[in-house]
């Protein structure tokens, strides 16, 4: 058994909470609002996890020094707009050599950062991993059958946490890969956000299986011209999760996507899903992404358009479609 401390509590901390009290293991959740804690502690439930019962075994604190305390592994479930601000306050409080694993998907706006390296820069001290896949919290806290990776700096750090994570419900990969999990998991929110606002407009499969086939083109280009690997941007972390994302209804990038294809701007979509939308925030940090690297990322380009630029999404739609003809491929002809 170990001592499992998990920061934010959140569907997906609540998610990873559930799991692991379940796989034998002392958890603790610690939350910053004061209200969520007074709800997964008088009620245990959570709002946004609807017939989900949280084990009462599961200790939820609001004191982060208490919470930190004693844990062999911390989960990093906030947000990734508050990833860094996390980091921040926690850093006095870890010892060296403390493993973190980072479970949240986003990219800084500003700096273009990782979550993994928001979290390396704030806590030099810590060994910091990442876990990331197809894998709903809605899901994951019914014990519906899921697989992800988890990519680790060393194979030691890596196959502990595949051993800490893994059960007959939860099945565990590993990757020292931890750029291309990270990229998947992030620039797919982007994505999604397209495929809802194909859904929004009306459009049908054929619509949908394009932009994932073609935004998968592009989160593969952009991560190889990084160095990310291709086993990884095609694995789990890259087209696994960029499925379930466009198709899902759990998925909040979807739903924002479909209320904006609907006529909602932005922030009217963003209000009706009632959580964070991470694919928001990531688009502005995928176009410079792209930008800096020389990759051409259209969708991604069309999506911020239509997210910052005002732009109506039936046009990014058109404008996708007659681009200059091209080859699918480089293959060469005979």
Known sequence: ???????????????????????????????????????????????NLPGVTIPAGIAVNGDLP?????ADLVVMAVASVFTRRTAKLAAPLIPEGQVIVNVAKGIEEDTLALLSQQIEEEIPQANVAVLSGPSHAEEVSRGIPTTVVIGARDRQTAEWLQNLF???????????????????????????????????LGYGD??????????????SRLGLAMGAKSETLYGLSGIGDLIVTCASMHSRNRRAGILMGQGR????????????????YSAKAAKALA?????????????????FEGACASDAVRNLMLRDRTSESHLPWK
């Open 1 to 47: 058994m170990s001592n499992v401390t998990i920061l934010g509590a959140g569907t997906w901390g609540m998610g990873i909470a559930i799991l692991l009290h379940n796989n034998g293991h002392a958890v603790t959740v610690w939350s910053a609002v004061p209200a969520e804690i007074e709800m997964l502690q008088t009620k245990h439930e959570h709002n």
């Open 66 to 70: 208490s919470a930190l305390a004693g």
């Open 166 to 200: 893994m059960s007959e419900v939860f099945r565990v990969y590993t990757s020292p890969d931890i750029l291309g999990i990270e990229l998947g998991g992030s620039l797919k929110n982007v994505i999604a956000l397209a495929a809802g606002i194909a859904d929004g």
């Open 206 to 219: 054929n619509t949908k299986a394009a932009l994932i086939t073609r935004g998968m083109a592009e989160i």
């Open 265 to 280: 701007t932005m922030e009217e979509a963003m209000k009706e899903v009632n959580m964070v939308v991470e694919g928001v």
């Open 291 to 307: 930008d800096r690297y020389q990759v051409n990322m259209p969708i991604v380009e069309e999506v911020n358009k239509v997210l």
